[in-house]
Every structure is written in C-alpha cells, then in structure tokens.
C-alpha cells in the first residue's frame, strides 16, 4: 500500500474507528441482502487522539429510537469524520460506508461533504483504512473475528452481526448499543495493532492500548468494554508501555540536565 508521509502523521495523531449495524429484508436464499437495502439501526464510534506524547479516547455509541433518527446518525458520521485524521473500519469501504452514503441521500441530506469524501476516497491513498482490505492485502477478505482473535483483541463477546435484526425487534438497544461501540474499539484496536506492524515501530500499539485500558477503567460507563482491560494485547502491550513511559522520562531529564549544564557552561565564559 502506498500512504504519503502526511497520510501517516495524520494517522498516528488522529483516528476515527467506526462501525456500524444494520437491518435488511431477508433473501429468499438465506443469503446476505445487497448493501443497498441495509439500514442503519446503530452507528459506534472510537476516537483517539495523541498530543505531546498523551493518548486521549472519546468512545460513543447511537441507536435509531425515539430521541434518534436516520438523520442524526449520518450527521454525527458526517461531523466526526470531518476533524479525524485518519478513518478505519473492517469492511467500511465496501459497506458501511455506502450505506452511509446512500442513508444520507435517501434523508435528503446534500451537505455531509466529510461522509462524502470518506466513501469516495481512493482505495490505497490512506485516508480511509479499511482493515478488511488492509490484513488481506487487498485479496481475499476474512471476518474481523478472524484477525481479532488471532492477535488477542476481543470482539463480539456477547452478540454477533446476524443477531441484531432480532435484538432490534425485541426492543434491546441498549445490548446494540452496547455491542457497536465493543466493534467500534476493537476495530481501533486491530488499527493500533497494524500501524505498528506496518511503521516497524512498537509503541505505536503498546502505548495506545495501555493507554485505552487506563481510559476504560477510569469511565463507569465504559463497563461494557472491560474485556479490553484484560485481554491478551493488553496484557502484554503494558508493562511494554510502562517500560518505554520511563525511558522516555528519563531521556527527557538526561536532555534538561544537558541543557541546564551547557546554560551554566555558557554563562561563566
């Protein structure tokens, strides 16, 4: 894959990870219905941003309800796509992102330029890293359980994709909820995991994941997301992290006290 330079400093200061579930009439075959008639019933997001060496986490989950509608699902898509750097999914540029695209046009909805433009983008500029994509190197693609599992990232620890259709008619949002904002972090997670494989560089996985863990257990409403705390990737990217964290604070106080010398150096000349 080809990512400029400025795709890749995007992408390490500002990423939008995003999932979403829908429901579709049921095919005579039993088979998966065209995206075209899948709508939207849920949208997760996981945000991460990185300043000055700190990793901050804005995690949020929309279901379609009485204080929710098609509209305000696309236009929070359209809002948080506009200030992300970089945009992941699994299997985004195939299908969230054309539903998402289409949603808007069926709402009426002409000014959602950032929706716009993730759905369009090109396929191996950067801006848009569908994982799908990326872990099959643009061949044969396998489901997010797949990959996640292989590395230790937990995903679908209670419902699956083929059981929202039910939950929906039930009435159980909130377990929707619940399970495309699980999606949405492992699917930052799984990005964590291939930008540090593809740059050479460990922290890029190590201190985003002790970080998100730190986020998750300091927000009682992130509970649903613990298994994320005490998965396998996490357990072993902390004291990785921890490590790298005193390295880089003694590095620091090694460089003031140089400079400090080289002031006091200079001022008895």
Known sequence: MRVSQRSQNRASNSILAYDIETIAPAMPDGSFPPWPTHRPVAIGFAAASRRDGNWSFDIEALVLGDATTETDLVRAADQRMASAGIITGYNSAQFDAL????????????????????????????????????????????????????????????????????????????????????????????????????????????????????????????????????????????????????????????????REEEERSFATH
């Open 99 to 258: 539903v998402l695209r289409l949603t808007a046009q069926r709402c009426r909805i002409w000014d959602a330029k950032a929706l716009a433009d993730h759905a369009a983008a090109n396929r191996y500029a950067g801006e848009h890293a569908d994982l799908a994509d990326l872990y099959a190197s643009f061949g044969r693609k396998v489901s997010l359980s797949a990959i996640a599992e292989e590395i230790g990232i937990p995903v679908k620890t209670d419902v699956s994709g083929s059981e929202v259709g039910t939950l929906w008619e039930a009435g159980e949002h909130e377990r929707i909820r619940q399970y495309v904002a699980e999606d949405a972090v492992a699917t930052m997670a799984l990005y964590f995991a291939w930008s540090a494989s593809r740059a050479g560089e460990e922290a890029l996985v190590t201190q985003p994941m002790a970080a998100l863990a730190r986020h998750i257990e300091a927000t009682p409403d992130l509970h649903h997301l613990s298994a994320f705390v005490d998965c396998s990737l996490t357990r072993w990217c902390r004291p990785r992290s921890l490590k790298a964290d005193i390295a880089a604070s003694l590095e620091r106080l090694t460089n003031r006290f140089r």
